[in-house]
Antibody, heavy 121, light 107 residues
Framework: QVQLQESGPGLVKPSETLSLTCTVS????????WNWIRQSPGKGLEWIGYIYYTGSNNYNPSLKSRVSVSLDTSKNQFSLKLTSVTAADTAVYYCARRTVVPSLAIDAFDIWGQGTMVTVS | DIQMTQSPSSVSASVGDRVTITCRASQGIVSWLAWYQQKPGKAPKPLIFAASSLQSGVPSRFSGSISGTDFTLTINNLQPDDFATYYC?????????FGGGTKVDIK
């Protein structure tokens, strides 16, 4: 079955760029929407953005000026870059597959990575 | 943005109880709603899509319903494995947004 695994530095300095990679195994990345979601300590979930296998993106307006998500189909990976980070960006970052079935009103995250904690300090 | 308001924020219950969690959307989202269960240190687990469609492998004691812009997650005959935090998520429009969560703990 499809599995997702996040990787990247657990500590990032303020004002620098947070970079994470999600490796997709057990299936091809050349379909579906591939997303990043974060959860600040003790807080709820915030959708960051996605990349579609065609290369199109959509980002949360609250982060749009600082975020980019890219795709590497040769490695079956997608990546997140968040620039100019502050302590407010400290969170567990999840990568997740989003499945969309308009005829069934389904637009949800059906497979998640285990998450990776990133601290900005 | 569509705001998703969950209530209660926490509930204490016993094994065997029936628990009801509500999620209210700030505008109409038809049935574009999902429910997730999250345990400490783990990723959210999908439970229900399209407001009432149980995902594969999810016990039948979980159910979802809709009334206008109010969505309900019901857990019948609460089991020890069900103590967790539950989130709703709307898929109607961007940005995709989640409710603030409801923690179900042991009374």
């Amino acid at each position: 079955q499809v599995q997702l695994q996040e990787s990247g530095p657990g500590l990032v300095k303020p004002s620098e760029t947070l970079s994470l990679t999600c490796t997709v195994s057990g299936g091809s990345i050349s379909t579906y929407y591939w997303n990043w979601i974060r959860q600040s300590p003790g807080k709820g979930l915030e959708w960051i953005g996605y990349i579609y296998y065609t290369g199109s993106n959509n980002y949360n307006p609250s982060l749009k000026s600082r975020v980019s998500v890219s795709l590497d189909t040769s490695k079956n990976q997608f990546s997140l870059k968040l620039t100019s980070v502050t302590a407010a960006d400290t969170a567990v970052y999840y990568c997740a597959r989003r499945t969309v079935v308009p005829s069934l009103a389904i637009d949800a995250f059906d497979i998640w990575g285990q998450g990776t904690m990133v601290t900005v300090s | 943005d569509i705001q998703m308001t969950q209530s209660p924020s926490s509930v204490s219950a016993s094994v065997g109880d029936r628990v009801t969690i509500t999620c209210r959307a700030s505008q109409g989202i038809v049935s574009w709603l999902a429910w997730y269960q999250q345990k400490p240190g783990k990723a959210p687990k999908p439970l229900i899509f399209a407001a009432s469609s149980l995902q594969s492998g999810v016990p039948s004691r979980f159910s979802g319903s809709i009334s206008g812009t109010d969505f309900t997650l019901t857990i019948n005959n609460l089991q020890p494995d069900d103590f967790a935090t539950y989130y709703c998520q709307q898929g109607h429009s961007f940005p995709l947004t989640f409710g603030g969560g409801t923690k179900v703990d042991i009374k």
